[in-house]
C-alpha cells in the first residue's frame, strides 16, 4: 500500500511538472525585434507602469470612447504578440502609440506577454501571490 501511493504522488508531480506550456515565461523571443528579452522584475514593472500610464488611460471598464476594456489576460501570448507586430489596434494606427518608445513598446509587449490568458501555473512558484 505504501509503494502504491508513492507511485501514485511521483506520477502527479511528474505529469504536474511537465506542462511547460503552462508555465510563466521567462524569457522570449520577439520576432518583431528579432532580440531574445529576459524578463526582469524591473523590465517587467516598465512594462506595467507603460500599461497602466497609456493604454488603461482609455482601456478601462465602462470608459465614454466606446474602447474596449482590456487587462493582461484579455489575450493569450501569442495574441499579444500579433497585437505589437502587426499594430492592427486603431490605437496603434491613430497615433495614440507615438509617444512610445520601440523600447517602451517592447517592455509593454514583454509585460502583456508574461501576464496573458495562458500564463498561469499554479505549481510554478512564481505564480504564487
Known sequence: MKNYFLLL????????????????PI????KTTKTCRI???ATLWAGYKIFVNNCKICHYRGNKQG?????????VRKGWNRVFAERYPVCAKNGSWGSLTEEQIARL??????NAADTYDPY????CG
Open 109 to 114: 509587449n514583454d509585460y502583456l506577454y508574461k
Open 124 to 127: 510554478d512558484a512564481t505564480d
Open 9 to 24: 504522488c511521483a506520477a502527479f508531480f511528474l505529469f504536474a511538472s511537465s506542462n511547460p506550456a503552462q508555465s510563466s
Open 39 to 41: 524578463f526582469t522584475h
Open 67 to 75: 474602447v474596449k476594456f482590456i487587462y493582461t489576460e484579455s489575450k
Open 27 to 30: 524569457k522570449r523571443y520577439d
